[in-house]
């Protein structure tokens, strides 16, 4: 197996890894966001979103998992790491990702309304010391679905809440 495939497989191990985090999060109510945090092909965190559950705007996936990530290895800095997410980065999440000096960033979905790689917004990246390298739409669809079922049941469930009153 040539060592492009060999990668291109273990992306794909570790964005099902964040679809499994993207889960959890659903499971829990939240929007389901996953992420993984990877070095030299080892895993130094995993995380959902949380954010009505901590109560804590904060507590997006990306964040928790760079949060427990350096943590791990004592630095705030991760140069080595690569993040594996389940939704395009929003503006917080994409700085948080660029201040740790992130080396890799994978994402599978879009973001139509938060997106700061490239749906909303798209940062200033010659006015910026560190890039890193940004890849998305790896199992789009996976993540996408997740998206659609979560936000479909929330609107049925509004939906039954106002024809009640």
Wanted: proline fraction near 5%; aromatic fraction near 6%; glycine fraction near 4%.
């Amino acid at each position: 197996m040539s060592r492009k495939k060999r990668k291109l497989f273990q992306d794909e191990d570790f964005m099902r890894l964040a679809l499994q985090e993207a889960q959890k999060a659903m499971n829990k109510q939240e929007v389901p966001v996953g992420a993984v945090i990877v070095t030299s092909g080892k895993i130094l965190a995993r995380a959902h979103n949380q954010p009505l559950r901590r109560s804590d705007p904060t507590a997006h996936a990306e964040i928790l998992a760079l949060r427990t990530a350096c943590r791990r290895v004592k630095n705030y800095r991760l140069p080595e790491a690569e993040l594996y997410v389940t939704l395009e980065p929003c503006a917080m999440c994409l700085g948080a990702a660029i201040q740790a000096r992130l080396k890799r960033i994978i994402y599978a979905a879009s973001d139509p309304k938060a997106g700061a790689v490239k749906s909303v917004l798209t940062f200033p990246w010659e006015k910026l010391n560190h890039q890193p390298q940004i890849e998305g739409g790896l199992l789009e669809k996976e993540a996408a679905s997740l998206l659609k079922a979560f936000f479909q049941a929330r609107r049925q469930k509004k939906k039954e809440k106002d024809d009640q009153n």
